[in-house]
């Protein structure tokens, strides 16, 4: 069965970097597509990247196209958002999550625990 844990968050001022990652376990990310969610406290949870299984298909949130990228490391069997030009309201507990081979925000099969990003001076 699918692993998968988040990495990488943490207090970052408005206009810095961060880079996620979600490390894969039991199983490889090559058959998975990989979306990244965010939920800000009192805010109901937002899709904000997805990666599909081929790597053919990668789709941003309008929010945040422009300035995360989504990228996987096979031999790590791990796939990053990176984040860049970071505002307050990207604060949020990030999640990585998959389900089978195309991109999309529903019907995820396995989930991680989330990492916190928090955006602030």
């Known amino acids: 069965q699918l692993q998968l844990e988040e990495s990488g968050g943490g207090l970052v001022q408005p206009g810095g970097s961060l880079r996620l990652s979600c490390a894969a376990s039991?199983?490889?990310?090559?058959?998975?597509?990989i979306s990244w969610f965010r939920q800000a406290s009192g805010k109901e949870r937002e899709g904000v990247a997805c990666?599909?299984?081929?790597?053919?298909?990668?789709n941003y949130a309008d929010s945040v196209k422009g300035r995360f990228t989504v990228s996987r490391d096979d031999a790590k069997n791990t796939v990053y958002l990176q984040m860049h030009s970071l505002k307050p309201d990207d604060t949020a507990v990030y999640y990585c999550?998959?389900?089978?081979?195309?991109?999309?925000?529903?019907?995820?099969?396995?989930w991680g625990k989330g990492t916190l990003v928090t955006v602030s001076s």
């Open positions: 999550a998959a389900r089978d081979i195309f991109c999309g925000y529903h019907d995820m099969d396995f």
């Open positions: 039991g199983s490889t990310l090559e058959y998975y597509a």
């Open positions: 990666f599909s299984s081929s790597g053919s298909t990668i």
